[in-house]
């Protein structure tokens, strides 16, 4: 039996294992990175163990490391979660060398489908569909457009979308260079590229003793850059067309028979509209959207992933799945700016109506599975996830409007995520039909599922329920007076005004406390029910409304129904130190300059590739924004630098 179980990852997954673990009685060990130290995982576990270094190379990739840990805290089992070195063959081998209990599935198999390039040929030999690989040699205009994918890994990176063959050696070199860094494997493959299909796959679960499950399908078609964002159980399309789940669970059982599995899997195909379909991948770990299938199924899979490991069977089958489960990944991104990753503190995370956390709510309700609580910082080493927030009911459309609801309620300050696009997909009518495919975002437009929920008018409201809670928090602090109202005076004089930036709106606020109560400048239906440091109701056009206020330094968060808002306060004086020159190409975010493309003095036209910054395990490439000469370049290679720095500056020609 296992009594102590090392988890080889961190944050969210690692927690979900936690927490399994607690309800059998295991005990847990926890290794984090110095960039972790602080994490929630680490306080969770009864042990933890430091890897040093930030970096994932330097840290949760070294298998050397991390079974050294199992060493010295006395585990008995690893469990590999997903990401890092779950799918690591060479890493299992070592586990089991060390006399360690490795949950999951043999290295052999681990091996056999961690090339996707074998993984096919078996596939194949099995008589599953599979798309064909192409040579990257001989490929042809016909031949476009491919799709250039890691061999050793998943979750959309090392993947590229070559539509002209003059891209393909820069893109081949990029999938490359992602795919060592995320996966410590360089090797890549090309294949057809299917601009439209669902992405549909088939959790495994098989013990020792040749039970195999098909436990249920899961539809994960919308996507971007090829990762997964909304996931649900059952598929829409599957449901349409009873007659592919016997055909899709027939495969499945037969791919994972043919190569001897054991353990929890997933086979990935990507099927039409009429129900054909053609094999992706097997990810030989637990996915990160197993929740779907636990809601729907009552199954604890990682209960069942220990149970195989200490060689306990598997009932003869699965239970039924009833009820309709959606998940969706809350991302530190910014869709709206390329999916660009976000970094920093996460001042306050809080999820309305949550039912379980890591379990299955019993009936219906909401799940919360988080990396993160208030006060985490978002590291850009990493995965930009932040928590998968799953709804569960008896029919789809109920889930999911009972998941935009909550995502709409939420409380998260300090780094920008996607919430409003989850929200907007929610409740898109395309996927409430249930018309998803992998070419959503082209087909519905990414500007327009993107939009703020917060409108122009809510903004506007907001900047003047943050100015009033600061006015009411400075009376509140005040020594003396402080009752009197915010800005008064014996004569009326010039109103009070306050500055703020919404995105790159600027917004100010004019206005004066009378003896007839508030007056605001430009709106003259606003009437003040009442204001707090932490909370203002106003009135306006008949309508009473509620803004919940936070803010740390100049940022202020807003909260309500209607969308919640995020403003900067404009200081009233530019600093001088913090202007910079016209031109200059400052860093989005923080990360790792990964190569430079271009030498100071030299001409760049506008939109031309000047350097690339690796972050979360991506990476950004960093454009000219308009033709000139590079004057200034600051950076190279191997260089860390932090959000604002200057990178680059372009400086315009001249007219002779």
């Not at 078996?122 to 491919?146: I, K």
């Not at 599957?238 to 043919?258: D, G, I, S, W, Y």
């Not at 929200?423 to 009518?429: A, C, D, E, F």
């Not at 306006?540 to 803004?547: M, N, P, Q, S, Y």
Request: with cysteine.
């Amino acid at each position: 039996m296992i009594t102590t179980l090392l988890v080889a990852n961190r944050g969210e997954i690692a927690r979900r294992v936690f927490r399994t673990c607690r309800t059998l009685g295991i005990a847990t060990v926890a290794v984090y990175s110095d960039a972790d130290a602080d994490s929630s995982h680490v306080r969770e576990a009864d042990a933890a163990v430091r890897l040093p270094g930030v970096t994932p190379a330097d840290t949760y990739l070294r298998a050397d490391l991390i079974v050294e840990a199992a060493r010295l805290s006395g585990a008995d089992a690893v469990h590999p979660g997903y990401g890092f070195l779950s799918e690591n063959a060479a890493f299992a081998r070592a586990v089991t060398a060390a006399g360690l209990t490795w949950v999951g599935p043999p290295p052999d198999a681990v091996e056999q489908m961690g090339s996707k390039i074998e993984s096919k040929r078996l596939m194949a030999e099995a008589g599953v569909p599979v798309l064909s690989a192409l040579d990257p040699e001989s490929l042809s205009e016909t031949d476009l457009p491919v799709l250039v994918k890691a061999s050793a890994g998943g979750g959309g990176r090392g993947m590229r979308v070559v539509r002209a063959l003059a891209e393909l050696s820069g893109q081949l070199e990029g999938a490359r260079a992602e795919a060592a860094s995320a996966f410590g494997d360089d090797t890549v493959f090309v294949e057809p590229y299917l601009a439209t299909g669902r992405h549909i796959e088939v959790q495994v679960m098989a013990d020792r003793h040749g039970t195999v499950w098909a436990v249920g399908e899961r539809e994960c078609s919308i996507q971007r850059r090829h990762q997964k964002i909304v996931e649900e159980s059952p598929s829409p399309l599957v449901e349409r067309l009873p007659e592919m789940r016997a055909e899709l669970f027939a495969a499945v059982r037969n791919a994972a028979k043919a190569i001897g599995y054991v353990g929890a899997g997933t086979v990935e195909f990507l099927a039409d509209d009429t129900g054909r379909f053609y094999f992706l991948e097997m990810n030989t770990r637990l996915q990160v959207e197993h929740p779907v299938t636990e809601c729907v199924t009552g199954l604890d899979l990682v209960g069942l992933q220990l149970g195989v490991a200490e060689g306990r069977p598997l009932p003869a089958g699965p239970p039924p799945s009833q009820g309709h489960a959606i998940e969706v990944r809350l991302y530190a991104e910014d869709p709206a700016l390329g999916w660009r990753p976000q970094s920093g503190t996460l001042h306050r995370f809080a999820v309305p109506n949550v039912a379980t956390t890591f379990a299955v709510p019993l009936g219906a309700g909401i799940r919360l599975d988080s990396g993160v609580d208030s006060g985490s910082v978002v590291s850009p080493h990493y995965d930009p996830m932040l928590a998968k927030v799953i709804s569960v009911a008896p029919t789809r459309d109920v889930a999911a409007r009972a998941l935009a609801a909550t995502l709409r309620r939420a409380t998260i300050h300090g780094v920008t995520t996607n919430r409003d696009l989850l929200v907007n997909i929610l409740s898109h009518p395309a996927f409430l039909a249930g018309d998803t495919d992998t070419a959503f975002f082209d087909r519905h437009g990414l500007p327009e599922l993107s939009t703020p929920l917060a409108t122009e008018d809510t903004v506007r409201c907001a900047a003047l329920a943050a100015a009033l809670a600061s006015a009411a928090r400075h009376r509140a602090e005040a020594r003396v007076l402080g009752r009197l109202p915010s800005g008064w005076r014996n004569v009326a004089a010039a109103p009070q005004v306050k500055r703020f930036r919404a995105g790159e709106v600027e917004h100010e606020v004019r206005y004066r406390f009378t003896r007839d109560g508030l007056t605001v400048e430009g709106s003259p239906d606003v009437r003040l029910i009442a204001a707090t440091p932490t909370e203002v109701v106003l009135e306006t056009g008949g309508l009473v409304r509620a803004f919940t206020v936070d803010s740390q330094g100049p940022d202020w968060f807003v909260d309500s129904p209607a969308g919640a808002v995020t403003l900067v306060e404009l200081p009233r004086f530019a600093d001088p130190a913090s202007q910079v020159a016209a031109g200059s190409l400052l860093a989005p975010m923080p990360g790792t300059v990964v190569r430079v493309a271009v030498a100071r003095g030299e001409r760049v036209a506008g939109g031309q590739p000047l350097l690339w910054l690796e972050a979360m395990k991506m990476q950004h490439q960093i454009n000219a924004p308009t033709a000139g000469v590079v004057t200034e370049l600051g950076v190279g290679p191997g260089d860390q630098v932090e959000v604002g720095r200057v990178l680059a500056v372009v400086s315009a020609e001249e007219e002779s």
